[in-house]
């Protein structure tokens, strides 16, 4: 299906549902809790407070609005990266929205909800010599090794190094994005990737010491995963999400992260393009 | 010979009967129990969600190979540091000189001190405490080239056995008999010659059973290099979880191959156990 048809779906989906709300399964409405897991390493989308110890980012901030209008309470968990998709399938969790990335290759799993425009970004120290990103053929470029950026970064080095007769770039294993960001401070690594959501964020964590370069490599969505066989709860949360977004809610918690230009239009079933 | 003394009176004569065998039910009640139990756990595990042709496509690929080649590399290496550190500090501790004692026992307070995926990440971040390491006027470096993972994870691994392995080391020592000592004074022998020759070579078969289990120990604690990047096995297992997100096999794939290694080290161990023993061989069962 192409993604207009998706959107048509969706519309006809929510005129169909309008006269009629959609209801939560039944077993999150008895226990009147929903069940969340993150992976609170992704400042500004999930992270720890460090005052406060409260989780808090975009995501958190957009979960509860949601539970809000879906009338139940949520009971917070949290786990590494890479067992947000194993959570999802032992149903420790009822969805995911823990800034993880749509892409083809985990819809094989799960079912994606896109909320918010993202894509993997270079950066680099301030006082690096690398001006495009093309400079960076050849380097060492490191990333957070349990993200779909490793591959993208292959991919991007095929395409704009390797063709034009450059050398590859040289991927870098870290362990999460504050690790990436120390092994480039210690000059480990060249540059670095993260989403490119994330990196106003740690550049007002540590004003001066980053820069970007280029834009962000390829156009992607975060989703929030939901299992295939829970269309029931999905299409709730894609009512509710839609009418967040009609009604202005959705862009205040974006600005308030200083991401209003990430936003999406509506929802979309799984629409990132890879 | 006088011939066996007749029965007494009354006492019936047991000499030909059978020695009738216990019927053990018990033994086998239970052995038919936990048989029972594990085939529920194998059927279990059969029917449950694994791919099972994941595991074995898995099993012997070549960066699961890699990675159990480096992870016993490291534990290798990283073993031998910690018993020259365990030797060298014990001896220290046990030295007659206040300063040493005190330096040893500042080293093994220190390292036994703080986890050990602490002191991982404390070396392989310690560029941005020193960004360049030398010697002023010889010789410099960029901290991370001389801290590779490699070494980050030796050094952190290494020092940090090498504070257990001197409390083994000391406990094999302590436990040679004083006049041991002083036997070997009294021939002329000095504090040094006298542990190398007499005291260490006895200690060393106390000191092997606890030193399989440190080994043992190490084997599996590699694993913790996998957060300081170092291509062990479970890192490596991981990366490919990671991109396929078959979880479960591939722990199952990296748990295989450590129950390998630790099944052939048991028994050179025992080989070890003997070499050492040769002076006490009746002690030794």
């Not at chain 1, 490191?142 to 490793?150: A, C, K």
């Not at chain 2, 550190?85 to 005190?102: D, Q």
Request: proline share 5%; with cysteine; glycine share 8%.
């Amino acid at each position: 299906m192409t993604r207009l048809s998706y959107f048509l779906a969706l519309a006809a989906l929510a005129a169909a549902t309008s006269a009629q709300a959609a209801e939560l399964p039944a077993e999150i409405k008895q226990a009147g809790t929903l069940k969340l897991t993150v992976n609170s390493t992704y400042a500004p989308m999930e992270y720890r407070d460090p005052a406060s110890n409260e989780l808090v980012g975009l995501d958190i901030d957009l979960a509860n609005e949601l539970a809000k209008r879906l009338g139940v309470k949520i009971v917070w968990s949290e786990t590494p990266f890479a067992e947000l998709i194993p959570s999802l399938q032992t149903k420790r969790a009822d969805f995911i929205i823990s800034g993880i990335s749509d892409r083809a290759s985990r819809r094989e799993t799960a079912d994606f909800v896109d909320y918010l425009g993202t894509g993997p970004q270079f950066f680099v120290m301030a006082d690096s010599a690398a001006k495009d990103a093309t400079d960076l053929c050849g380097k060492k470029v490191g990333t957070t090794r349990s993200t779909s950026f490793p591959v993208e970064i292959e991919k991007w080095s095929k395409q704009n190094c390797e063709t034009t007769g450059k050398p590859a770039i040289q991927y870098v294993p870290g362990e999460n994005s504050i690790d990436v960001r120390n092994q480039l401070k210690q000059g480990r690594i060249d540059a670095a990737v993260q989403g490119s959501e994330t990196l106003p964020y740690a550049q007002s964590q540590e004003p001066g010491k980053y820069r970007v370069v280029g834009e962000p490599f390829a156009k992607g969505y975060q989703g929030i995963m939901f299992r295939k066989d829970d269309a029931v709860l999905r299409e709730v949360v894609t009512e509710k999400l839609t009418a967040m977004i009609a009604d202005g809610s959705y862009k205040a918690v974006l600005d308030k992260w200083g991401l209003g230009a990430n936003a999406v239009a509506q929802p979309m079933l799984n629409a990132a393009p890879q | 010979m006088k011939p066996a003394p007749a029965l007494a009176e009354g006492f019936p004569d047991l000499s030909g009967m059978r020695i009738a065998r216990e019927p053990h039910w018990f033994r086998w009640l239970s052995a038919a129990l936990i048989v029972l139990v594990l085939a529920a756990i194998v059927r279990a595990f059969a029917g449950g969600q694994i791919e099972w042709s994941y595991v074995s496509r898995f099993l012997t690929a070549k960066v699961i190979l890699e990675g159990i080649v480096n992870t016993m590399v490291m534990a290798v290496l990283a073993m031998a540091l910690g018993i020259f550190l365990g030797i060298l500090v014990a001896i220290m501790r046990l030295s007659p000189n206040p300063v040493l004692k005190t330096v040893a026992a500042g080293y093994t307070w220190l390292f036994r001190g703080t986890p050990l995926i602490l002191q991982l990440l404390l070396w392989f971040n310690l560029a941005l405490v020193f960004p360049t390491i030398g010697i002023p006027g010889l010789w410099s470096a960029r901290a991370v080239d001389v801290m590779t993972p490699f070494l980050a994870a030796l050094l952190g691994l290494g020092i940090n056995q090498g504070a257990y392995t001197s409390e083994v080391m000391r406990a094999g020592m302590l436990s040679v008999d004083i006049g041991q000592y002083e036997a070997a004074q009294a021939i002329g022998m000095g504090r040094l010659r006298a542990l190398r020759r007499i005291v260490l070579p006895q200690a060393m078969r106390v000191v092997i059973p606890p030193l399989g289990n440190e080994f043992i120990s190490m084997v599996k604690a590699t694993s913790l290099a996998s957060v300081i990047q170092y291509p062990e096995l479970l890192h490596n297992a991981e990366n490919i979880y990671y991109a396929n997100s078959r979880v479960i096999e591939l722990l199952i794939v990296a748990g295989l191959w450590y129950l390998l290694v630790v099944s052939i080290l048991t028994p050179l161990q025992m080989l070890l156990e003997r070499r050492f023993a040769r002076g006490t061989l009746r002690l030794a069962r």
